[in-house]
Structure formats: structure tokens, C-alpha cells
């Protein structure tokens, strides 16, 4: 796999250790069970796969590139590169200026921008209508477009669904950037709608065999399917698609239960009214739920998930690990206090929230330690360290990695 030149200061040699040791012993990437760290009083349960992805290097790389290659010039970011914090801040602490928000809000007008301005498009990619209004406006938005292959290729299969006449049902979050964007480009091949989870698949699974009105329909899915949606005639024909880092095992849930009521609804002609699009979640995305789920197998006193609070992909992991452990949601190593309080993100109620005596009293404690695939393996290094900080007779990293 391609290298990337990103800054060495996202990077942690103790991390990129483990993850050379893991490769060289599991080079096909079969092998999700974690990595055990003893350190003697703590033992670090680590998960196979997190951090870094390729297309978040990709953007990281690009996006400093642009910085050393412009200077003097006005540097844009759409909104954010990634769904990390520290990451975000380091490129505005380099002069890069956000466009708007994750929300679509925007910080400076259209009109503002000239033709001249660099502009990056986020990893998650854009919408068509952005990007006609920087086409507008002149603005070269090839050389820095940082849009992940993988967001692409569920771009392609939408394509491809509309060319075969197939409505498209997108399985995301319809406030996401990439759901944004990935709604914005099928719908212009084909009818299009966004389902957030199983629940709203079973509601369209009514309006396939009859059973909603056109007005229940309107009202459940406002602003979430294509203008020209004509219903239910769009819901005879359908292929599911996603956004790239949803819960893989959610998404095939959906597509089953939608196969299943095309099956009930058309007999042996089931086949002609149902696109077999198998999954279009990222390899990455892929490998860290399963590596989380790996995770589920072992014994662990707690578990500490790191990333951005609005990185979907990280909150996925942590919605795994709540299954089994008592998790803690945080962003950096700043949130664990000397005190032995943690400052930690509720992600359903959208708010930070404080534990304290997080770390259990006993001999031997058991921490279950992964990331999302927007966050710096830096940064779970510094987490790492933060919890060894507790306890005072460790073993040293180069002990441990010696055993590894």
C-alpha cells in the first residue's frame, strides 16, 4: 500500500512498531484478534486494526502539500478535513480557512471567493452543487481534491443502479458530509432516498407491499429523497448502498429485510426488482468493526475509544464496545485527569460528560484500547501513556514490544 508524507508528528513509533510486528506475521489482514500489552499492573488490550486510513492519509497529505506549494495564497478548506480535532486545528494554526461547518453554515460568502483561491475538498467529498458553484466562480478544484476512492466507488455504484433503472435507498446519516454528497450524486442518475437504521428500512418495506400513503411517506422522509421521487412506483425496482462508515453488519441487515419484501412482493421474478450491491463500506471501515469486534471476545475491566466526537465512524466503535464494557468516548489524552477523573462523550445525548475513579481498584486492570480512522496513532500513544501514568511500576514500552 502506498506510503504517505504526512507529519511525523501524527505518527507514534511505539504504535507503528506493532502494527510492522502484526503485518509481518499477518500480511493478508485475516488475523482480527487484538494485541495484547502487558505492562504488568495494566494490560492493554489493543485492537488489530484503527487509526489512519488510506483515505484520510491521503487527505492529510494533500492538504499540506497545498500549504507548502501556495504560499501567499488564500487557502480553503469546504469544512472540515476529517473528523478529528486536533487534526483541524493544526491546519487552521497553518492558515487554512474553513468555507462552513459540518452543518452547512457558512463562515464566508461565495461571492468572497476568487478564482485565484485554493480550495480542498474534504475527504468525504462533496455535493454537485458545491462543486458547480466553485466552477463558477473559477476555481481549480482538481489538484486538491481529497475525496477518499472509496466514497468514489459508492459513487460509481450509483451510477451504475441508474443506468439499470434501479431506485437508490442510502443507508447514512443525512446530515453527514459523505451522505450529503453521496445523495447529491446519485440522485442525479436516479430516484434516490436516505434511511438512517432498520427501523426506516421496515417503513419502506410498508411502502413496497402497499401498506403507507404517499402522505406518511412525505412526512417520515422529508428532505430526504429526490425531487423527482415518485412514489411508491420508485420503490418497485431498488439496490442499497451506504455511507462508507456505518455499521457494516446494520447495512446488510437492511439490504436482507428490503430482499426479502421484493422476494414476498414479486415471487420468482424477485431477481429483476432487487440489485445485488453487496457492501459498500471502505476496507478500513471494515477492518476496524471487526477488529472491535475481536475486542468483544476478551476480558477487559473497561474500554477507552479514541477520536472525534463527530467522526462516524469512531462513534460506530464506540456503540461495539458499550455492548460488553464500560466505555469511555474522549478526543485526547487531555481528557483523562491526574485526579482520576475522565471527561468523556456521550454520543446519544450529544454531550461531554465526567466519571470519576474510572480505573478500578485491583491487582491486574484489563483496558481495551482502539481508535477511529480519522485519528492520529500520536494521539493514542499519548492516551497510552496517560493511563500507564497511574500506575508506577510498568514495565518499559521496549519490554513490552520486545513481547509482542
Known sequence: MKSFDIPTYYRSSFISDIKNKRKLTDPRKKDFTPTKLDFGPVEI???RHFGFCYGVENAIERAYKAINENPGKRIFLLSQMIHNPIVNEDLLAHGINFI???????????EELKPEDIVIIPAFGTT?????????????????????PFVEKVWKKSDKLGAENYTIIIHGKHKHEETKATFSHSKKSAPSIIIKDIEEAKILGKAIEGNLTIKEF???????????????????????????????NE???????????????????????????????????????QSTMALLEEQADLAI???????????????????????????????????????????????????????????????????????PDAIVDD??????????????????????
Open 128 to 148: 454537485l452543487e458545491i462543486i458547480e458553484k466553485l466552477n463558477k466562480i473559477g476555481v481549480n478544484i482538481e489538484k486538491y481534491n481529497t475525496t477518499c
Open 45 to 47: 488490550i489493543m485492537a
Open 383 to 404: 492516551v497510552l501513556d496517560k493511563l500507564l501514568s497511574f500506575y508506577p511500576e510498568t514495565k518499559s514500552k521496549e519490554e513490552v514490544l520486545a513481547e509482542v
Open 218 to 248: 412525505e412526512q417520515i422522509f422529508s428532505g430526504r429523497y429526490s425531487d423527482e421521487f415518485s412514489f411508491p412506483e420508485d420503490l418497485q425496482k431498488i439496490g442499497v448502498v451506504n455511507q462508507t462508515t456505518m455499521l457494516a
Open 305 to 375: 475509544v479514541v477520536g472525534g466526537y463527530n467522526s462516524s465512524n469512531t462513534t460506530h466503535l464506540v456503540e461495539l464496545c458499550e455492548k460488553k464494557f464500560p466505555t469511555y468516548f474522549i478526543n485526547s489524552a487531555n481528557e483523562i485527569e491526574e485526579n482520576g477523573r475522565i471527561n468523556h462523550f456521550d454520543y446519544q445525548a450529544k454531550k461531554r460528560v465526567k466519571t470519576n475513579e474510572f480505573l478500578p481498584q485491583k491487582p491486574k486492570v484489563k483496558i481495551v484500547l482502539t481508535s477511529g480512522a480519522s485519528c
Open 100 to 110: 462552513m461547518d459540518t452543518e452547512g453554515n457558512m463562515f464566508i460568502d461565495w
Open 251 to 289: 447495512t446488510q441487515a437492511i439490504a436482507e429485510y428490503l430482499k426479502s419484501v421484493i422476494q414476498q412482493k414479486f415471487g420468482d421474478d424477485w431477481k429483476a426488482h432487487f440489485a445485488d450491491t453487496r457492501d459498500t463500506l471502505c476496507y478500513a471501515t471494515n477492518d476496524n468493526q
